[in-house]
């Protein structure tokens, strides 16, 4: 019982970690990146889809994001959708492709990113003790209901802690690499 529910914090963990990383991928950083397009969705053909469904996306200079619609007919629908997004990005259509030039982020936008970045790593810390409280409640009830020993508990919880530990210091590693990332002028 004990190496199971092990495994399955550590799963557990590892999405969170996973989702945490996902989330801060698209916050735009004054860099072009592909991943910054990966929250919008598409009107077209009767229907919403990712824009990756859509048209190719590609970086090819580091200030400049260039969609390559499958369908030209939907270059119209991308470019609306890139525009009415939250990320403030201006798209426009250029013949084949639909081009996006990424300004540089002024001073306090940096600030209030990086704000965003600290509250996205706290939630992904407070979801890992959340999975800690789950998997001890339920030592504490094995315990109790005589299925397994208060050592064996104690040295589970121990393992919990430590694996829930390791997805915590992923997380500030996360958060420290896109603070660096979005401070970079």
């Known amino acids: 019982m004990e190496e199971l529910l092990l495994m399955e914090v550590q799963e557990k963990a590892g999405k969170t970690v996973q989702n945490t990383s996902r989330e801060m991928s698209v916050i735009r950083t004054g860099k072009a990146s592909p991943a910054l ?20 996306i590609s970086a090819p200079e580091p200030r400049l994001i260039v969609v390559q619609p499958w369908d030209q007919s939907t270059a119209g629908a991308i470019a609306k959708a890139i525009e009415s997004s939250d990320l403030g990005l201006r798209a426009s259509v250029d013949g084949p492709v639909i081009r996006i030039p990424v300004p540089k982020l002024s001073e306090e936008r940096r600030k209030d990113l990086t704000r965003l970045v600290r509250k996205l ?6 979801a890992l003790r959340n999975i800690r409280r789950d998997a001890n409640d339920q030592l504490k009830k ?26 915590s210091s992923e997380i500030d590693t996360l958060l420290k690499a896109k603070e660096k990332e979005i401070l970079e002028v």
């Open 121 to 126: 790593a706290e939630e992904g810390r407070t």
């Open 142 to 167: 094995a315990c109790k209901a005589s299925e397994i020993t208060e050592d064996l508990e104690k040295k589970t919880q121990d393992l919990v802690q430590k694996a829930v530990d390791e997805a």
């Open 37 to 56: 397009l990966d929250n919008i969705r598409v009107e077209c053909w009767g229907d919403t889809l990712p824009i990756r469904q859509v048209a190719g």
